[in-house]
Each structure stands twice: as C-alpha cells, then as structure tokens.
C-alpha cells in the first residue's frame, strides 16, 4: 500500500510512462507543469490544440515542442473531442483540462454517443497523506469537494465507490469510510444523518461493497481516535477514517482549503467514474498539488 506521495512518485517513475491528453493546454501554467512533469519522468503528454500557440509557450516555458505529440485543433470544443476520442481508442490514458472551460472539457467527456460516460456519477477525491493519531498508514481521502453539490442518496453510494476504487488502486483493500454530519447521532431534523445512516446499513448489507461504511460521524470523531473515546462511539471506522465522505459540496470544499491552508498539507486530485481518469485542477491549485495530481492519474490509469 502507497503511504506518500514520495512513494507515489516513486512507484510512477519507475513504471512504464502513461500518455495524458490535454485539451488545449494554451498557457503558461500549463505548459510549465507540462515541462516540470517531463522533467520528473512523470508521464508523456499529448497536446491538442493551437500548435502555433503551443510552441510559442512551450518555447516560453523552456522546452523543445518537437519533443512532444501536438495535434492542431484550434477549436476548443473540437480539441475536447478529439481528447476523449484518443482516450477511446487507446492512444491517451487519462485526458487533463488546459485553458478552456470546465463546461466545455466536462460535455465532450459526458457525452453519452462518444463520450467517457460510463453511467456512474463523476466525482472529485482529494487525496493527503496521514495527518492524525489514526492507526494505519495510508492516504486519506475527502469528497466530493468539486462536482455534486447537493447529491441525492444513490449519488453519495457512487461517490462512496468511486473512492473505494481510488483507494484500491492505491493499496488500500479494504478502507474505512466515514460518512460526516455535524453530529454522530441521526437527527429527523437533519436528513443527512438519516442518509448517512442509510449508508452505513446498506454497506452492512452487501450493498455497497469492498470497503466498511459508518455514520453518521462527526469529523473529529470520525478521524481522531481520541476523539470517538471521549464521546464513547465504537466501531471499526470511528477514530481511523481513510475516507471521508462529506453531505454536500458546501462542507467538503472548505475541508479540502482546510487541508492546504491551515495545515500545509499536500494534496491531490483524483476525478473518478468515468472510462478514464480525469484531472481537473483549480486555478488557485499549487504548481505542487497539479504535478501530484497528475502523478496520481498516471499511477491510476
């Protein structure tokens, strides 16, 4: 089982080199990233988009653009496409957002003719290395901080299984899920601790599986062993939590900013559900937090 992103990088540089496709990766900070991940041996890259403008920043951020697989398709929308498509036919193992809009990259990957669609929900994981006094070593994991903003009983089962398959990937075969509220008791007045609960019995009965599901928990509970003793909750994920999975995106996203800016953890990002992994950085992402993230996508796919 990785237990760093040290290891994770690791593990990806001595493995053969995956392709990521980027969809119109025109700009200086990712052709920047785009350098550094060459540099790191991280993976190979193909660049769809403007070629003028490719090299022209790729020149800019300090490496030869001859050097790399660049298909000319100025188009946005077109550039998308021809990315999920090379990840359809082999080409490309995992497809990346460049400059455009997340609309426009997430419509060619959700089209349901020629897409990646593969009739799950997609979901955003963020991934950090062990932080509290949990036994067990490992990554952590949080969702979903990005994409389902208030997602419904069924969706938050997928989004539960698309972190169980990300934590499988990397090791883990059975993780720990915790489903949070802001109490560890169910409350009639608040509906995410009835689901939450739900959860947990559908996970007990074979429904959701290759991994143990318990809520409602609060968050210190569900992470600090401390924490569960003092409140006197038992169970085989109180205290030692490897996922966290968040009501909605209203609580999940100021976790993640949490993570980055009070406790200067390094993180990355994992968008799973689709035929292929998706990476899907934020603006205000570290240069670290992208290469890890696209660490991460190599070592996956």
């Given at each position: 089982m990785?237990?760093?992103?040290?290891?994770?990088?690791?593990?990806?540089?001595?493995?053969?080199k995956?392709?990521?496709?980027?969809?119109?990766?025109?700009?200086t900070?990712?052709?920047?990233?785009?350098?550094?991940?060459?540099?790191?041996?991280?993976?190979e890259?193909?660049?769809?988009?403007?070629?003028?403008?490719?090299?022209?920043?790729?020149?800019?951020?300090?490496?030869?653009?001859n050097?790399?697989?660049?298909?000319?398709?100025?188009?946005?929308?077109?550039?998308?496409?021809?990315?999920?498509?090379?990840?359809?036919?082999?080409?490309?193992?995992?497809?990346?957002?460049?400059n455009?809009?997340?609309?426009?990259?997430?419509?060619?990957?959700?089209?349901?003719?020629?897409?990646?669609?593969d009739?799950r929900?997609?979901?955003?994981?963020?991934i950090?290395?062990?932080?509290?006094?949990?036994?067990?070593?490992?990554?952590r994991?949080l969702?979903?901080?990005?994409?389902?903003?208030?997602?419904?009983?069924?969706?938050?089962?997928?989004?539960?299984?698309?972190?169980v398959?990300?934590a499988?990937?990397l090791?883990?075969?059975?993780p720990k899920?915790?489903?949070?509220s802001?109490?560890?008791?169910v409350?009639?007045?608040?509906p995410d601790?009835?689901?939450a609960a739900?959860?947990?019995?559908?996970?007990?009965?074979?429904?959701?599986?290759g991994?143990?599901?318990e809520?409602?928990?609060?968050?210190?509970n569900a992470?600090?062993?401390?924490?569960?003793?003092?409140?006197?909750?038992k169970?085989?994920v109180?205290?030692?939590?490897?996922?966290?999975?968040?009501?909605?995106?209203l609580?999940?996203?100021?976790?993640r900013?949490c993570?980055?800016?009070?406790t200067?953890?390094?993180?990355?990002?994992?968008?799973?559900g689709?035929?292929?992994?998706?990476?899907?950085?934020?603006?205000?992402?570290?240069?670290?937090?992208?290469?890890?993230t696209?660490?991460?996508?190599?070592?996956i796919?």
């Open positions: 990785l237990k760093s992103f040290d290891e994770l990088i690791a593990a990806v540089q001595e493995k053969p995956k392709k990521i496709a980027i969809v119109s990766p025109e700009g900070t990712v052709m920047k990233l785009v350098k550094q991940a060459l540099e790191a041996k991280l993976a890259f193909i660049l769809v988009g403007d070629e003028g403008k490719i090299k022209t920043m790729s020149a800019e951020a300090g490496f030869d653009s050097l790399i697989n660049i298909i000319n398709i100025p188009n946005q929308k077109d550039a998308a496409e021809e990315a999920v498509r090379l990840v359809i036919v082999g080409s490309a193992n995992a497809i990346m957002k460049g455009l809009p997340t609309a426009t990259f997430m419509r060619a990957i959700l089209d349901k003719q020629k897409g990646l669609n009739n929900v997609i979901s955003e994981i963020t950090y290395e062990k932080i509290v006094d949990a036994p067990g070593g490992g990554f994991f969702t979903d901080c990005a994409i389902n903003v208030q997602p419904t009983l069924d969706e938050k089962k997928q989004i539960i299984e698309n972190a398959g990300l499988h990937k090791g883990n075969t059975l899920v915790a489903v949070i802001a109490v560890e008791v409350n009639p007045a608040m601790t009835i689901e739900a959860l947990s019995k559908m996970a007990e009965r074979g429904q959701i599986e991994c143990l599901v809520g409602p928990l609060a968050f210190d992470i600090s062993q401390e924490a569960a003793k003092y409140k006197k909750i169970g085989e109180a205290g030692q939590a490897d996922i966290i999975m968040a009501p909605n995106l609580s999940a996203n100021p976790l900013k993570l980055v800016y009070y200067q953890q390094r993180i990355a990002t994992a968008v799973m689709a035929k292929a992994p998706i990476v899907l950085t934020s603006r205000s992402d570290s240069a670290e937090t992208m290469l890890l696209i660490a991460l996508a190599a070592y796919s």
